[in-house]
């Protein structure tokens, strides 16, 4: 029998035991090992069933346990002081409490997953896990952020692995009264909405759920509610599900719903609105135009609008591919804004906001990240290299301009450290180095030797391993319901033993069967005599990818056979759970992209975090921060002449690197049967990555370059009724009327010798045809650099030209104004410049912002 309905009964703890309830209805829990362990203590053994969720756990207990505890004043104290330290920690001043000058009272950070805890399954991947952590970070800093999302009642999937090695995915559905969630509502009890005009007068309406991340408010958004028809309960069933129509009024809903839920909870608070909207990814973008659409009741045109709402707005890019951004039919985009889900703004302004109407673009589509783009004055990729990327991938929209000038910026991700880092190398940070803080603790000290290291290290292993075999022998039970479990799973991984680990979403570009390019040479490496080598693999495809779930057959049934079993393992259904002990318990993480395709990477970061090795392609965050002795470096064969030979010679790297240089560090031991050379390593990365891979880093490097910056500018904007918003965009629209006569006309120079030599002067007249503009509408510059043989500059550098009247005309809109200035030539080789001319505003971010330019011809 099967019951048609589900629910939680939450437990009613005894008066004494109170702060428990408190305790577990804040997710701090997740990344705090201390209140870890005081709820472990109530029953360890159903602590690890429940998935180390407290909420589960005290659902499960028997209440003789919890009165036992209640009368336990050694256990009450220990409650009540871990209560206390919570409030502390809540209310407590933190660094950016400290910060001196202008800063937002409120930033909103919109995301499509958050990946927080296991116990609250809202996330896919890297992108919803780097939220998560976000979230944690900003809390940690005192950040005032609130985080908005979707509450997915079935959240992504669960994997289970057919006998065939066949991804089958499942859908069960989560009770959110069994989750540390609470519903928002007013003061008199009832219940916050918001509702989404839709085509056909229908309305989608959506309760707001609420997650206490620490200090950080997390609103999601749920329509599976009584006042929504059958279909529209739907649209917040799965994470990245169903067709092109439903993830587009799942966007909308994070978008319009999002901002509209910020809106009434900020009310509710007696707050102020948020003063920066942080969109993390495409997927939100539609909070821009229900700002903009706010912004018209106000009283604003939609230019006007636009410019408040663009200098409030930081967009993060996180694909590095075309592929991988949302698109939708121009048409179904029209037919849901044809209605009045956002009074005051028209169809065609808003959908020249995601045209691609650039060479190669596509008309017939809407592009998300293009509107991101262009309601986000700042911009960031999340590596170095991705930013590098995304400046290439995204130049369409500033025609003219070269790659360097694109306006997106680089901020790399980071990881949580007291979320991913073990709490085997915490205690042995606290006796040995007097800190829980492992990313800012003394590493290189004697107080931790070497012997101490490595003892950690294998503890972390162990435990790994043993649970490897409670997740295989679980998944040998689901496809062999009643057997008796086959004595061999007991012996998958040896707890000494080299162990590389893999896990990671499955796209084709990730190349998860790189390892298998030469099978035979692969189970050389296993089962080496001397060297040996284990493997395991984790990860999802995407229900709808055919080839990802090929590509994860191959390898369950490459690990299939009997000599190799216990060598390599592929662990269904990765989750946060899963890796907790997965990155401490690998010595090795590796990754294998196709290289510049992996935007960041963060499971790498996770693993060096607990001192593991990277043994990786320069891609994502690893070219910045390889040193040769925290990991290693797999050579890429981008010259190689197809896909396959490309693979060939990168398989071939890297089973050379194994076998000739990890597995040989690894087990060259000493005396004690330590490897000094590897814990060298460790140190190294313990000591140089871990403050650096830490996201508070990232997130301070948010706060100062892109959210304090953001919010002067909005507050600039707003000012006096949107004063500064009105003449800006009157501005923009006389600069965009007059910029087709804007042109340089002439450039003269003079002052070196015969033959330039450094230390000469180059003095140059650029003569400009402004076509009415004035000279303070615009910066005239000389560009210059290296000149290579295709007349492209490199090492480029900038100067602004002055302004000089030519004659007494020089006012006349059909007469060009003079602009002059010096160059010393201060470098040898061949040289080059050219002169170009871009408006001028000091409300602009970047001279390349709207996308206008002139060069001399």
Not at 296 to 307: N, R
Not at 436 to 463: E, F, I
Not at 485 to 503: K, M
Request: with cysteine.
């Amino acid at each position: 029998m099967k019951a048609i309905r589900k629910f939680t009964v939450r437990t009613v703890l005894p008066e004494s035991l109170a702060a428990l309830d408190e305790l577990a209805g804040n997710l701090r829990w997740s990344w705090h090992e201390p209140t870890r362990q005081l709820f472990e203590h109530i029953a360890p053994k159903l602590w690890r069933e429940s998935g180390t969720d407290p909420v589960a756990l005290l659902g499960a207990v028997d209440t003789a346990r919890l009165e036992a505890l209640a009368q336990d004043n050694d256990y009450v104290a220990w409650a009540n002081a871990t209560r206390d330290e919570l409030r502390e920690y809540l209310e407590k001043p933190r660094w950016y409490q400290g910060l001196e000058g202008d800063k937002p009272a409120s930033i909103a950070y919109f995301s499509p997953e958050f990946g927080i805890a296991a116990a609250l399954p809202q996330y896919s991947g890297g992108l919803g896990i780097l939220a998560g952590d976000h979230l944690k970070s900003a809390s940690d800093l005192g950040v005032p952020l609130v985080g908005v999302g979707l509450f997915y009642r079935a959240g992504y999937f669960s994997q289970a692995i057919s006998p065939d090695g066949w991804q089958l995915e499942s859908y069960p559905l989560l009770d959110p009264d069994g989750l540390p969630l609470s519903v928002l509502r007013r003061a008199d009890g009832s219940p916050v909405q918001v509702s989404l005009a839709l085509p056909d007068d229908r309305t989608l309406h959506a309760r707001v759920w609420q997650a206490m991340v620490g200090r950080i408010r997390l609103l999601m958004l749920d329509t599976d509610i009584p006042e929504n028809t059958d279909d529209l309960r739907l649209v917040t069933d799965r994470l990245y599900g169903g067709g092109g129509e439903h993830r587009l009024l799942q966007e909308l809903l994070l978008g319009i719903g999002g901002a509209r839920a910020v809106k009434k909870w900020s009310s509710l608070n007696g707050q102020a609105d948020p003063e920066v909207f942080h969109t993390n990814e495409g997927h939100a973008g539609f909070l821009g135009l229900e700002r903009i659409s706010s912004l018209i009741g106000e009283g604003l045109s939609f230019s006007e609008a636009l410019q408040v709402a663009r200098a409030g707005t930081v967009f993060t890019t996180h694909t590095p591919v075309a592929a991988g951004i949302d698109r939708f039919e121009r048409s179904l985009v029209r037919r849901y804004f044809e209605t009045d889900l956002l009074p005051g703004v028209a169809v065609d302004d808003l959908l020249a906001l995601g045209a691609e109407n650039f060479q190669d673009g596509n008309p017939d589509v809407f592009n998300m990240a293009l509107m991101g783009l262009r309601l986000g004055q700042r911009a960031n990729g999340v590596s170095k290299l991705h930013g590098e990327v995304s400046r290439v991938m995204f130049k369409g929209l500033w025609p003219g301009f070269d790659a360097d000038d694109v306006p997106i910026a680089s901020i790399t991700n980071g990881v949580h450290a007291p979320t991913w880092t073990d709490p085997a190398l915490l205690a042995l940070a606290q006796s040995r180095l007097g800190t829980s803080d492992t990313s800012d603790a003394d590493w290189a000290s004697p107080a931790v030797s070497d012997t101490d290291l490595w003892q950690v290290r294998g503890q972390m292993r162990l435990q790994f391993v043993e649970d490897a075999r409670r997740r295989i022998a679980a998944a040998w039970e689901g496809q062999n319901p009643g057997g008796i479990v086959p004595s061999w799973i007991g012996r998958v991984f040896d707890p000494n033993v080299l162990t590389i680990g893999f896990a990671r979403r499955v796209p084709t570009y990730k190349r998860l069967t790189l390892m298998l390019h030469d099978p035979e040479r692969l189970r050389a490496l296993l089962l080496h005599s001397e060297h040996p080598i284990q493997i395991v693999i984790a990860g999802k495809s995407h229900p709808a990818d055919e080839e990802g779930k090929r590509l994860i057959q191959r390898i369950v049934q490459f690990a299939a056979d009997p000599a190799l079993r216990t060598k390599i393992a592929f662990l269904p259904d990765y989750n946060i759970g899963m890796a907790q002990l997965m990155y401490p318990g690998t010595d090795v993480w590796l990754n294998n992209p196709l290289r510049p395709l992996e935007a960041c990477g963060t499971s790498g970061m996770k693993a060096a975090l607990n001192g593991a090795l990277n043994l990786s392609i320069l891609d994502g965050w690893w070219p910045e921060y390889y040193d040769g002795n925290n990991g290693w470096a797999i050579p890429t064969a981008d010259a190689a002449g197809d896909a396959a030979e490309r693979d060939r010679l990168e398989a071939d790297a890297l089973y050379e690197l194994i076998e000739h240089q990890v597995a040989p560090k690894f087990y060259d031991r000493n005396a004690d049967g330590v490897p000094e050379r590897w814990v060298s390593s460790i140190r190294q990365t313990l000591a140089k990555l871990s403050p650096e891979l830490n996201a508070g880093r990232m997130v301070r490097q948010y706060v100062q370059e892109l959210y304090r910056p953001a919010g002067t500018a909005a507050a600039r904007l707003s000012e006096n009724n949107y004063r500064a918003a009105r003449e800006l965009a009157a501005w923009k629209g006389r600069i965009v009327s007059a910029w087709p006569g804007v042109a340089v006309t002439h450039v003269e120079s003079g002052g070196v010798a015969p033959v330039p030599q450094v230390g000469d002067a180059l003095h140059l007249r650029a003569h400009v045809q402004l076509n009415g503009l004035a000279p303070e509408d615009v910066t005239v510059e000389v560009v210059y650099g290296k000149s290579l043989t295709n007349d492209d500059l490199s090492d480029v550098n900038t100067l602004p030209l002055n302004t000089e009247p030519l004659g007494t005309g020089a006012t006349d809109a059909s007469t060009p104004t003079l602009f002059t200035g010096t160059i010393e030539l201060d470098r040898g080789g061949a040289f080059g410049y050219t002169v170009r001319v871009v408006p001028h505003n000091a409300l602009l971010v970047s001279p390349a912002e709207m996308g206008l330019i002139a060069v001399a011809g």
